[in-house]
């Protein structure tokens, strides 16, 4: 056995994609491009959240998207229909993006005319957590319809966000969620992480996420390389 080499195979490819990440993050300050990835489960409202942001925004940003999705180009048109340079990617069957992956979809995009860039990650909220895309800022959405306890049961997901937008707050009433329980488990995973109810279909909730969002676009933009 002592001829044997043994190789660490997960270790390994997450250290190659931090430190890609890191490299892109470093590209991406130096164009003054604001990333945010956005992750959420299927069905949680990040492409309606998405054109909700892209309403009050696209007046003062530069703004492009990624769709990451698994087939279809259905989210794609959706943001198409905003007015803002959009553009799909197929991950060929992968429940995820990683660093270079997303470097792939930026060149697309193309960031010289984009301040504010959004990877709509693929719906799931276990592989896309793992791995570190290379983007400014991470965001997730939790939808009231799945539960309170989500923090609990995926636990990477919320302790990588900066910010978790809890969205559907409209139908609260008629599930059993308690929204101080699901903050508190939030901020178990968290502290740092900045909570925001929204309701992406009516617009409430979203003068806070828009203020976060335009003060960290900001920054991005005057940073000093």
């Known amino acids: 056995?002592?001829?044997?080499?043994?190789?660490?195979?997960?270790?390994?490819?997450?250290?190659?994609?931090d430190e890609d990440a890191n490299r892109l993050r470093e590209e991406l300050k130096k164009s003054k491009t604001f990333l945010l990835n956005l992750m959420s489960s299927p069905g949680a409202g990040k492409t309606t959240t998405l054109s909700q942001t892209i309403a009050r925004l696209k007046d003062k940003y530069r703004i492009g998207v990624?769709?990451?999705?698994?087939?279809?180009?259905?989210?794609?048109l959706?943001?198409?229909?905003t007015g803002v340079k959009a553009i799909q990617l197929h991950t060929g069957g992968m429940?995820?993006?990683?660093?270079?992956?997303?470097?792939?979809?930026?060149?697309?995009?193309?960031?010289?005319?984009?301040?504010?860039?959004?990877?709509?990650?693929?719906?799931?909220?276990?592989?896309p957590a793992e791995f570190d895309t290379g983007s400014t800022k991470n965001a997730m959405?939790?939808?009231?319809?799945?539960?309170?306890?989500?923090?609990?049961?995926y636990p990477l997901m919320f302790s990588i966000c900066d910010v978790v937008l809890i969205n559907k707050i409209d139908v609260m009433p008629y599930f059993n969620f308690d929204l101080e329980k699901c903050k508190e488990?939030?901020?178990?995973?968290?502290?740092?992480?900045?909570?925001?109810?929204?309701?992406?279909?009516t617009g409430e909730g979203f003068d806070e996420w828009i203020a976060w969002l335009s003060e960290n676009i900001d920054n991005a933009i005057t940073s000093s390389n």
């Open 1 to 17: 056995m002592g001829n044997v080499r043994i190789i660490d195979l997960e270790r390994s490819i997450f250290e190659s994609n």
């Open 66 to 76: 990624m769709e990451a999705d698994i087939d279809s180009d259905v989210d794609a």
């Open 78 to 81: 959706k943001i198409a229909e």
């Open 95 to 127: 429940c995820h993006l990683d660093a270079d992956m997303t470097r792939q979809g930026i060149r697309a995009l193309g960031v010289e005319d984009v301040d504010f860039a959004v990877l709509e990650n693929v719906g799931n909220l276990v592989c």
């Open 141 to 153: 959405i939790l939808s009231v319809p799945e539960g309170d306890d989500k923090p609990l049961k």
């Open 185 to 201: 488990y939030v901020l178990m995973r968290n502290p740092k992480a900045k909570i925001i109810p929204i309701c992406a279909k």
